[in-house]
């Protein structure tokens, strides 16, 4: 089965879209839940996945080795961003900032709308408001990969 480019990225967009409640929040002991800052470590830390879990994260038909070409490739295009790597090592890679940052200040504004504070408070029922705000980051933002594609041509 041949996996595009747009369906690539698409599946990390959902995996990002999936992990930002959880990685927005902390889990404290006693199922309790408290807001991150919002701040540029929280951002890398809600958004980045690592070339070593990308098969946990990125839920696609698709070969260890073909995933990471296919991630080399989107890097080399500009598509993807990613940190500088030594050969052979893990590494992270990303979605564009200007896209990420604006998916994990709606999920901490729909995190605090619904009760979760800095301070830590009661987690009950957090799986059902997680899975609502990342319906809720879907639903906004839309095809991103297709935008991704239109940003990058609209700049060469």
Same mark, same amino acid.
């Given at each position: =089965? +041949? $996996?595009? @480019?747009?369906?690539?990225l698409? *599946?990390?967009? +959902?995996?990002? *879209?999936? /992990?930002?409640?959880y990685a927005a929040t902390h889990n404290y002991f006693g199922n309790k839940r408290g807001l991150v800052?919002?701040?540029? &470590?929280?951002?890398?830390?809600?958004? /980045?996945i690592c070339t070593a879990?990308?098969?946990?994260? $990125?839920?696609?038909? $698709?070969?260890? !080795? *073909?995933s990471m070409t296919r991630i080399r490739k989107?890097?080399?295009q500009g598509v993807l961003c990613a940190e500088k790597r030594r050969s052979g090592e893990a590494f992270y890679f990303w979605l564009p900032d200007d896209l990420n940052k604006p998916?994990?200040? =709606?999920?901490?504004? =729909?995190?605090? !709308?619904?009760? $979760?504070?800095?301070?830590?408070v009661d987690g009950f029922g957090f799986d059902v408001l997680a899975r609502k705000i990342t319906n809720s980051l879907m639903a906004k &933002?839309? @095809?991103l990969p297709t935008q991704i594609f239109e940003r990058k041509s609209e700049a060469a």
């Open positions: =089965m +041949k $996996i595009s @480019d747009e369906e690539f698409s *599946a990390i967009w +959902k995996s990002v *879209a999936e /992990h930002l409640p800052p919002n701040d540029e &470590f929280y951002v890398r830390y809600s958004t /980045h879990r990308r098969s946990n994260r $990125i839920n696609l038909p $698709i070969g260890n !080795s *073909a989107l890097v080399e998916a994990f200040e =709606m999920t901490l504004s =729909m995190l605090e !709308s619904n009760g $979760i504070t800095k301070e830590p &933002f839309g @095809d």
